[in-house]
């Protein structure tokens, strides 16, 4: 018998969302998979047959299970995944940040003056300049920012700078004076507005109540927030995500929720939002239920806490670099109860932002308290768990609760951690190895845009400990590593539970919906110093080639 190879080439497509590759049924071969099946955890070819997984393991087996004519993509030396799912982003916010000033890895205040500079000469007098993603931390000056860094490079236009970690922002006097906040302005609740000790006057760094200026900038329009969410999923896509957990505000859920509509969405959008976004939503009669295979809702975001980078994470015990204080609580233990409360009325789960270990005990009493007046069993999480005390685990334990974590803050958080925790604090700090032994659930992401949105530099993290830029480091606490199969399945299976979906998505296998990410080459066979480098192939949702870059179609 004589087999006819045709060999069709598809050169460098970047996100095929407007015409995609004419495939409703093909066969992939020549690629190692990891299914994250624990059942059948590796296999050598898969069948795609529509939108689902038709079969899936030896080459053999799986050619008997195709049609002779079956179009096959022969990828050797790659590595199959299930989709991947960004657990913790802000979807529409990574486009934003693509179309605004972004000041991440900046390491001065001068060069990030240098940016406000450039912005202002293309920028009306009046008009908000927009950025986001600095960190004093990497900076040579070695100090936080003031009014005075922007007031004589932006007299006339409000600045607005948000830091990377999202909790406090650094703006000019402009702004200030836009927002009305003076000398006399008292705090927030959950808030704080940093004053010059002698004047009083404000520094220009404001601290968890960032609406105190927000509120003043023009907000997005919807064709502003559609093209964020189109230019956001271009960019997922590229990295080989096929699904992503995305907090954000009622307005982004409806741009998202448009193009849904349109047929433009071709990511998973797993979305959250406030409670008070769910109350506007009431009050407006907007129907946010009305869920598809690509957008759909299941819990409510409340906040215990602020960041570690802005010292207003929530701790037990003081900072060590600031003595008495003991960060800020954003939601006090009896409002996070009636937060949770709140979400189980309404059918939802909760997802509480917790960083410090005093927001964590405070988020998991919380949720204990609510469960003995809602004997219910949703699919709650805790997002960052950055520090944790380890008499606290059994919560976690006897209400399986999910430890949401972005493996990549290590890279950038490690050494500020030690100087703000002290090294014996930070053994509990993403110990992700104890939680993992202590059979709590795990779930991946990267905060993005916080950190970047790629899934390799999480993967690389938490098997390695250590900055993906800086690979000579020293692997910190390397007994808290993880291994690579963990750590795929981070970015998988888990996060299909949370959003509901184990039995569509998180692992391949027949049956499933067919959505995998495919690396240019195989984490197993290279050395770990080479991951970050590890490029994504193609990316397929639902049988769908949604991103592809030099793939061989051939005929069996």
């Excluded at 979807?91 to 205040?109: A, E, K, P, W, Y």
């Excluded at 999202?166 to 402009?174: E, T, Y």
């Excluded at 993906?468 to 007994?479: A, L, M, R, S, V």
């Excluded at 808290?480 to 569509?504: C, V, W, Y």
């Amino acid at each position: 018998m004589i087999i006819l190879w045709l060999a069709i080439y598809i050169i460098d497509i970047d996100v095929n969302v407007e015409g995609k590759t004419d495939m409703t049924e093909f066969i992939i071969l020549s690629a190692k998979i990891f299914t994250g099946d624990p059942a059948n955890p590796m296999a050598e070819a898969v069948y795609i047959k529509g939108n689902q997984i038709a079969a899936v393991g030896t080459t053999i087996m799986v050619k008997k299970s195709a049609p002779c004519d079956v179009k096959v993509l022969d990828l050797p030396g790659c590595l199959i995944t299930p989709g991947l799912i960004e657990g913790h982003c802000h979807f529409t916010s990574i486009g934003v940040l693509l179309q605004n000033l972004n000041f991440r890895d900046i390491t001065s205040i001068s060069s990030c003056r240098q940016m406000v500079k450039q912005a202002v000469l293309k920028t009306k007098p009046g008009e908000w300049i927009i950025g986001r993603g600095w960190n004093e931390n990497l900076w040579e000056e070695n100090r936080e920012p003031v009014k005075q860094d922007l007031d004589d490079i932006a007299p006339d236009n409000p600045v607005y700078l948000t830091r990377v970690c999202g909790h406090s922002v650094w703006v000019n006097s402009k702004a200030l004076e836009i927002a009305d906040i003076t000398a006399r302005t008292q705090d927030s609740p959950g808030g704080k507005i940093d004053k010059d000790p002698v004047t009083c006057e404000p520094t220009g760094i404001i601290r968890e109540t960032l609406e105190l200026i927000s509120a003043h900038i023009p907000p997005k329009t919807k064709q502003q927030l559609r093209q964020a969410a189109l230019t956001a999923q271009k960019e997922v896509l590229r990295f080989g995500i096929t699904c992503v957990h995305s907090l954000e505000d009622l307005d982004s859920f409806k741009a998202v929720r448009e193009l849904d509509r349109d047929e433009e969405l071709k990511v998973r959008v797993y979305h959250s939002l406030h409670v008070e976004d769910i109350k506007e939503a009431e009050r407006e009669g907007f129907e946010i239920n009305q869920n598809s295979e690509h957008l759909w809702l299941g819990h409510v975001k409340l906040y215990a806490d602020g960041s570690l980078g802005a010292n207003t994470a929530l701790l037990h015990d003081p900072y060590d670099d600031q003595p008495g204080n003991l960060g800020l609580a954003f939601l006090d233990p009896e409002s996070l109860e009636a937060g949770v409360e709140f979400a189980y009325e309404r059918g939802y789960g909760v997802m509480i932002h917790a960083i410090g270990d005093k927001a964590v005990t405070n988020s998991l009493e919380s949720i204990a308290d609510a469960r003995k007046k809602y004997p219910c069993q949703p699919r709650d999480r805790i997002e960052h768990v950055q520090l944790f005390r380890p008499r606290d685990l059994q919560l976690f334990k006897d209400h399986n609760i999910t430890a949401s974590v972005q493996p990549v803050f290590l890279a950038t958080d490690r050494f500020s951690a030690e100087k703000k925790w002290g090294i014996e604090r930070c053994r509990n700090s993403y110990a992700w190895r104890t939680l993992m032994d202590k059979k709590i659930p795990l779930q991946f992401g990267s905060d993005a845009p916080v950190e970047p949105v790629n899934p390799v530099l999480g993967i690389f993290t938490a098997v390695e400990r250590k900055n993906y830029k800086y690979k000579t480091h020293d692997k910190w606490f390397p007994e808290q590593s993880l291994t690579l199969e963990e750590a795929i399945i981070g970015f998988t299976r888990q996060a299909a539970f949370t959003s509901g979906k184990e039995n569509e998505l998180g692992i391949i296998a027949p049956g499933k919906l067919a959505d995998l990410t495919i690396f240019n080459q195989d984490f197993f066979c290279i050395p770990k110093d080479q991951w970050p480098e590890i490029e994504v192939k193609m990316t397929i949702i639902n049988g769908e080639i949604v991103y592809e870059k030099s793939v061989i179609l051939k005929d069996l």
